[in-house]
């Protein structure tokens, strides 16, 4: 049987939400996402393991543990997304559905940040919402996860 339990990863400087360029990425901290979409997972039937990492390595090793016992990833790269080639052969590598989530709308900001790795890999992605775009991946998961 799937477990049920969503995996919710964070990127570099995601940390400082909440104080970051607030003009581009809200006053909602960090806990405060994990808090909700936690919340809203639970509504789902799903427990939620959240992790925030500036490190490469650490997103990369969260995405292998979850292979044993998550049903989906939810994930915000940050500036990885548009970088980072082995976070999108991980999420590749572990086969579980993911939905990529960018706070901004970042088809509308510098051209470095329209093209992003994970991008290829997810099977959805939502950008420009705010904290809403957290909301939204867990439900399309937990329409995609049956159970
Ligand atoms: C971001 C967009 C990225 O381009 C940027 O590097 C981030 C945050 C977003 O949530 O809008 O750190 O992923």
Redo the contacts with the bound molecule.
Sequence with gaps: MTERRLLLLN????NLLGTREPE??GSTTLAQVEESTRELAAEFGFDLRALQSNAEGALIDAIHAARVDCAGIII???????TSVAIADALSAVALPVAE??????AR?EAF?HHSYVSAVADVVI??AGPL?YAFAVRYLADRIVS
């Design positions: 990127g570099p400087n995601l581009i990425y915000n790269p940050a500036a990885y997304s548009h989530v960018h706070l901004s709308n970042v900001r940040r950008a420009g775009g």
